[in-house]
């Protein structure tokens, strides 16, 4: 397995706001290289193994591009099985963030045996019966722990309703969204769109052959992008209207939004979260959704051995040194070294690093 490494916020403060922050990374992004060299088929083997973060996401983006590559489409069953993988990945992810992280930030209390319960349930391989079954026993999970109804009436609620769900503050992810709204941040400014096939091509491809440094400092036509379940549901009504008042409780509305939708997608997958193209002779780049934002694959092959490796993280879109935590703690009130560490917490979370990451306060 590859060491993750991690990042380092360097926060400048003048005892009153937060003046400024750096990020400093230890991420080894060019570590898929050991895939290098590597026949197809040891390649796809080893991916899921070398990263412990997203690893289904990981395998679903190394096989679509290696599909690409070899300009070959796969059927109608495979797309369904890795659909079905990804959204079981993301289902534990906010589940993850929403029983155990979150609120030991916000001062409610840590769910682990409901997480652990889920996680039990997720086999290594499963059949149509299974997902059935996998699909039945998350809604029942999101029902009584997550939103006090079925997820699918959740998301019918219109703005009346909601505003009485979380005002009611009955559960934990309600009080957990009124309290992210009275913390101030500056708003998110620059999404990374959908990236479909053709943006694929003509963007992607050609910025990752342009520069090596790309991986690390990724930019979507020259600018930080955020990436992510905001940036996928920003254009909803509901979220769109929570993004005026808050960014930080619009990223968790939003990821709510992604986790409610989540059984349906398990029970019968819409083949929309991977998409993967052709960008030259053996070449292939993919894109794969997964609760922290897009993750990008290319492969270039030589017969049936891996002769360039290339991933794209979402901390490295979201974490880019001019990007959205830098811009979102600028300004940042902070009368204490504890109001300070929970805001860089607090926004750090919402965009969901791969990796941990350690804080130092410097003067301003």
């Known amino acids: 397995m590859i060491t993750e490494g991690k990042l380092e916020f360097e926060i400048a403060w003048d005892g009153k706001q937060i003046a400024g922050a750096k990020i400093l990374s230890s991420r080894p992004v060019l570590a898929c290289r050991v895939l290098e060299g590597k026949g197809i088929g040891e390649a796809l083997r080893r991916v899921p193994l070398l990263f412990s973060v997203c690893g289904k996401a990981q395998g679903v983006a190394a096989a679509a591009a290696c599909d690409a590559a070899h300009g070959v489409e796969a059927d109608g069953a495979v797309k369904e099985d890795r659909e079905r993988a990804i959204a079981a990945e993301c289902l534990q992810e906010y589940v993850w963030r929403l029983f155990i992280d979150l609120p030991r930030l916000l001062g409610e209390a840590a769910r682990p045996g409901d997480l652990a319960d889920l996680r039990r349930r997720m086999p290594a391989a499963a059949g149509e019966a299974e997902w059935l079954d996998i699909a039945e026993d998350a809604e029942d999970l999101l029902e009584q722990r997550v939103f006090g109804m079925r ?3 959740w998301l019918a609620l219109d703005a009346a309703r909601r505003a009485r769900w979380v005002d009611d503050a009955a559960l934990p992810a309600a009080r957990m969204l009124a309290r992210l709204r009275t913390c101030r941040a500056n708003p998110p400014r620059d999404f990374l769109p959908w990236l479909d096939a053709e943006a694929l091509r003509t963007d992607i491809a050609p ?25 996928r549901q920003r254009l909803q009504p509901h979220i769109a209207r929570e993004l005026e008042l808050n960014g930080l409780s619009a990223r968790l509305l939003a990821r709510l939004t992604e986790l409610a939708a989540l059984p349906a997608q398990l029970r019968r997958p819409l083949a929309q979260g991977v998409r993967s193209v052709s960008a030259g002779a053996g070449v292939g780049i993919a894109a794969v959704e997964t609760a922290r934002g897009t993750l990008i694959h290319r492969v270039a092959l030589d017969g049936e051995r891996v002769t360039h490796y290339r991933i794209v993280a979402p901390t490295e879109w979201n974490f880019h040194p001019r990007g959205a935590f830098p811009r979102g703690l600028a300004g940042m009130p902070a009368r204490n070294e504890g109001e300070l560490r929970q805001a860089v917490a607090l926004l750090a979370h919402a965009l969901d690093p791969c990796v941990a990451y350690e804080t130092r306060i410097v003067d301003a």
């Open 207 to 231: 910025a990752l052959d342009a520069s090596p440094a790309f991986v690390a400092k990724p930019t979507w036509r020259g600018r930080p992008a955020e990436t992510g379940a905001l940036a």
């Open 151 to 153: 997820a699918r009436d």
